[in-house]
């Protein structure tokens, strides 16, 4: 039985007196049967680290360079993340594909710096609607994720893969449970022609995941949990994501 795993990506928002509320209102709310984690803005992971100390509550970074060190400008290092004590990293989230262009292989070799520092990577897939439209969902999935099966080759079993599709990204619009569990079954496949592992690892959905939602996607058999994005910023709505996962 895998443990289910809700982790909030805060995205681009907050601030350090909506951030301390928020944090309260989720100890406050916690604990859960889940491991549940929030990846944060990278200037406030420090002050997270701090008001969550002690809490069963993980945290984590929305991206890491694939390079170790070095003049890249603007960049910040798995390293720098396991330093200030970063448990996840999310990688190949879709607004960073879309708006950075980040490829399979770069996304593949952000996880693959992340590993080497001890901080597990959420690695995202996802199709855009254009290509669900076009029968082509399965293809884009499979082909994002083999790219981190190549890279990776045997720490894949150390992954968590995230599927988001990205016409439901933070337009209300949500795969069905059925849609969703289908393309889980595709990648948890796909990692089982990879990994003896695959059968331990966590797939979580992500896609406008909300507190009326999150039970009927997370009681199919392949979904082990959520990425989630505009709900995590209430501390009443993650919470209440967090129970249904427990
Ligand atoms: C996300 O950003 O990963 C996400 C799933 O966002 P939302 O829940 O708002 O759709």
């Known amino acids: 039985m895998r443990k289910k795993l809700v982790v909030g990506n805060w995205k681009m928002h907050g601030n350090r007196s909506a951030n301390a509320a928020l944090l309260a209102g989720l100890k406050e709310a916690g604990p859960w049967n889940a491991d549940v984690a929030v990846c944060v803005p990278f200037p406030y992971i420090a002050e997270t680290a701090l008001a969550l100390t002690g809490q069963a509550i993980a945290f984590g970074a929305q991206d890491c360079s694939a390079q170790e060190q070095g003049a890249f400008t ?13 448990r996840y990293v999310i990688v190949g989230h879709s607004e960073r594909r879309a708006y950075h262009h980040e490829s399979d292989q770069l996304v593949a070799d952000k996880a693959k710096a992340a590993l080497a520092h001890g901080v597990t990577p959420i690695v995202c897939v996802g199709e855009t609607l254009a290509e669900r439209e076009a029968g082509q969902t399965e293809l884009v999935v499979k082909r994002q994720l083999a790219a981190v099966i190549h890279t990776l080759t045997h720490c894949i079993g150390e992954i968590v893969l995230a599927y988001e599709p990205v016409w439901a990204i933070g337009t209300g619009l949500t795969a069905s449970p059925e849609q969703a569990q289908a393309v889980h079954a595709v990648l948890r496949k796909q990692l089982q022609a990879a990994t003896q592992k695959a059968d331990a690892m966590r797939i979580l959905y992500g896609g406008s995941v909300k507190p009326d939602n999150a039970a009927q996607l997370f009681a199919c058999a392949d979904i082990d949990g959520g990425l989630i994005g505009g709900a995590a910023l209430k501390a009443a709505d993650f919470s209440v994501i967090c129970r249904a996962a427990s």
């Open 74 to 86: 603007g960049e910040v290092s798995s390293a720098m993340l396991a330093d200030l004590g970063c």
